[in-house]
């Protein structure tokens, strides 16, 4: 069981659906808030391609940043993204972090698309994510730097209830595997 390896590793995951409904759960400090915000220093001081893509519903109310492993190309809403080589600095920590939670999903770390959204811009609609490329786990994980952020799920058959709403300090995670997208939406309000 993931919530099991990932205690025994020291981090103190926090479920927040029924497992039947695919595992959502939240990682108060996958990072410590020092590291997380360095690295978020690190991110947007300049020296990597930071871009505004658009996607088929016209351009992004962000930028982002893919990087990853050489054949990790990820394609979404019309768009199709061939990874930048892994960073070096900081992002190698965050990326032992961010193995440790996939190795207890039984996978791999392939990628990373950061997002960059400017204080008081940037918000994404209700929407799951498409994880056919993401292997068995069908693992996303949520890295929140740059200081706190709110995040809603709600559970896709029933929109109506309401909405789990999540903040997100420096360094916490959401984590969504298994068949979380089949049962959840996620979105990111402009607070």
């Not at 930048?84 to 972090?97: E, L, V």
Request: glycine residues 8%.
């Amino acid at each position: 069981m993931p919530l099991a390896a990932l205690r025994a590793a020291g981090l103190k995951p926090r479920l927040l659906s029924p497992t039947q409904l695919g595992y959502v759960y939240q990682i108060p400090k996958l990072l410590e808030a020092a590291e997380a915000s360095a690295l978020f220093q690190e991110l947007t001081s300049g020296g990597h391609a930071w871009k505004t893509e658009t996607d088929a519903f016209g351009p992004q109310q962000r930028e982002s940043f893919y990087c990853g492993d050489q054949r990790a190309i990820f394609s979404y809403v019309g768009l199709s993204l061939t990874p930048r080589s892994w960073p070096d600095g900081r992002m190698t920590s965050a990326r032992h972090a961010v193995q440790t939670v996939a190795a207890a999903h039984g996978t791999q770390c392939t990628a990373c698309l950061a997002n960059h959204y400017a204080e008081g811009t940037g918000s994404i609609p209700w929407h799951h994510d498409e994880v056919r490329a993401h292997g068995p786990a069908k693992l996303v994980i949520a890295l929140s730097l740059g200081g706190t952020r709110r995040m809603e799920l709600r559970q896709r058959h029933a929109p109506s209830q309401p909405p789990l709403s999540l903040t997100l300090p420096e360094g916490s995670a959401v984590v969504m595997a298994g068949d979380a997208q089949e049962h959840w939406e996620h979105r990111l309000p402009l607070d």
